[in-house]
């Protein structure tokens, strides 16, 4: 996927970049724990986005800072998820939840569940979308697509996990 | 807009997004009203929206912070700076506590004032008995400049030295004023005029009386 490339170039100094730490690092972790349903893996990947601004600090208009860190966040997720099979990372949340058994059946775990089943795509729409509050504009440039796209995209998910959500509370 | 079984989802969703306006939110709300199995719609679309209420404490990221890696040198610096002026501060009270600068001229020294010549040689008496240690000797020029008929400049007289001597290490100009050297050589060359104005006159006299004769 194609970063947000910039011509309007300005160097993010060190204080900048450490704001951007205390300002990010907990919502990028959020979104990435959402995503991930694992505590080591979402910080790991923070820890990597935030390794790559540092690097790339030369490269980025300091007003894009956001969108670039959630589509560099993205980008690690969605490989980190091909290199670990989507089934085997599913089946590990499951082990790390089903301790106590009656948890899977929560509200907040269904909704975790119906989001597992999503694309990467449509999930990142969503946690974007309720989580940070980004309009489909910034999604768009963050997932590098247009607003109709996302529009598009976001009621696919939604009505997905609305059907699944309607279903699962048939069943119980 | 019209709102039916076909296009009630997305009508729904653009609800919840807040894309409808006015309205078209009051005639969704009419629809719901009027076919109530679609409640139950709306309800489940709610419910796909993801709020944060989980517990769930992120960690904490301030170790990806970045340490400025020129704080420590210019802390050391600052240290640097602070022990040499430390150190500037120490030798000079060590200096002072053990022996005093060696004032360099007479106004240093204090309790001599530089024109006291003439009572050091009024009490020369009393100076006798004190050595001279170093007298050093600086010309002066006093006398204009005359200019030679080869064009060189030439100085009329002679250099008149102005005698510094230290006297129970105090030094102290001694000024043999010319005043005093001229005072003496008038009173010497004095009586060699009144004696020529004598002769003068008495030649005058002699001149006189002769020519009186003559007559």
Not at chain 2, 5 to 25: A, C, M, P, R, T
Request: aromatic letters at 8%.
């Amino acid at each position: 996927m194609k970063l947000a490339c910039f011509n309007n170039r300005r160097t993010l100094n060190r204080k900048e970049y450490n704001r951007t730490v205390e300002e990010y690092s907990v919502r990028l972790y959020r979104f990435l724990y959402r995503s991930l349903q694992n505590e080591q893996n979402a910080k790991d990947l923070v820890q990597d986005t935030f390794l790559r601004l540092w690097e790339n600090r030369e490269k980025i208009i300091h007003g894009k800072v956001k969108s670039w860190l959630f589509t560099v966040a993205y980008n690690l997720m969605i490989n980190f998820i091909k290199k670990h099979s989507r089934q085997d990372y599913v089946a590990e949340f499951f082990y790390e939840k089903g301790a106590d058994g009656n948890t899977s059946f929560e509200q907040q775990d269904v909704l975790t569940k119906c989001l597992n089943e999503l694309t990467d795509q449509q999930r990142s729409i969503i946690l974007l979308r309720d989580l940070e509050g980004y309009n489909y504009k910034e999604i768009g440039e963050i997932l590098t697509l247009n607003e109709s796209q996302v529009k598009v995209y976001l009621f696919r998910a939604r009505k997905r996990m609305k059907d699944m959500i309607k279903d699962l509370s048939n069943a119980i | 807009m019209t709102i039916n079984k076909q296009n009630i989802d997305e009508v729904i969703f653009e609800y919840l997004e807040g894309n409808l306006n006015l309205k078209d939110s009051n005639a969704l709300m009419l629809f719901l009203d009027q076919h109530p199995e679609y409640k139950a719609e709306l309800d489940s679309w709610e419910q796909s929206y993801v709020r944060d209420e989980t517990t769930h404490v992120a960690p904490d990221f301030s170790s990806l912070k970045q340490k400025s890696k020129t704080m420590p040198y210019v802390v050391g610096g600052i240290a640097a700076m602070a022990l040499l002026l430390w150190g500037i501060n120490q030798s000079d009270s060590i200096d002072t506590a053990d022996s005093k600068p060696e004032p360099t001229t007479i106004e240093q020294r204090g309790d001599i004032t530089p024109n006291v010549g003439s009572e050091i040689l009024d009490h020369k008496e009393e100076r006798a008995d004190k050595s001279v240690i170093e007298p050093t000797i600086e010309p002066r020029n006093q006398t204009p400049e005359i200019k030679g008929d080869d064009g060189i400049i030439m100085k009329e007289g002679d250099v008149e030295y102005t005698t510094v001597e230290v006297v129970n290490e105090r030094k102290v100009s001694l000024e043999t004023t010319k005043t005093n050297r001229e005072a003496s050589l008038q009173k010497v060359a004095l009586p060699k005029t009144a004696e020529e104005e004598k002769n003068k006159r008495s030649k005058e006299v002699k001149v006189i009386e002769l020519n009186s004769e003559g007559l």
